[in-house]
């Protein structure tokens, strides 16, 4: 396997100005080199809930995109913390812990990370007070 597409994103806490224009490049990449209008459905929703994530929770971070030979696309979410106090909560849908400004956004209903789940061929996420990653897998024939 060799990665045939690389492309790392950066992504600003509190930046609701620009929410989803990660998810949109992302898919707008993902589009011109063919992959499947389904399959880029379901990485336009986990890379849109997982950037929006990064923007109400955490203090910014990168998402990195690479799509190998074999036809296989990661997507890993990277940031500085504060992490994940309760991951089983978090994983609880409609459990939320965003801020007034972020519901008040129409963010925050507490289903992000279950959506993430549903639509990844594999999730796989750590986190610590210094930091979370997510890592995410999703196949496709290039």
Sequence with gaps: MSVILHKVYVVERDDYANAGMVSGS???????IGI??????NIAVACYEAEINMIIHAYGGAV????SDDGIIHLVF????PGIPDLEKAMTPGWS???EKARAMG???GMGLVN?????????IKTSPSGTTLTLTFKASI
């Design 64 to 67: 990195s995109l690479d799509v």
């Design 97 to 99: 812990t965003a801020s």
């Design 116 to 124: 993430i789940k549903r639509v990844s061929d594999t999730f796989d």
């Design 26 to 32: 992302v898919k707008q990449t993902l589009a011109q």
């Design 78 to 81: 990277k940031d500085p913390g």
């Design 107 to 109: 963010f925050g209903a």
């Design 36 to 41: 499947d209008p389904k399959i880029l459905r």
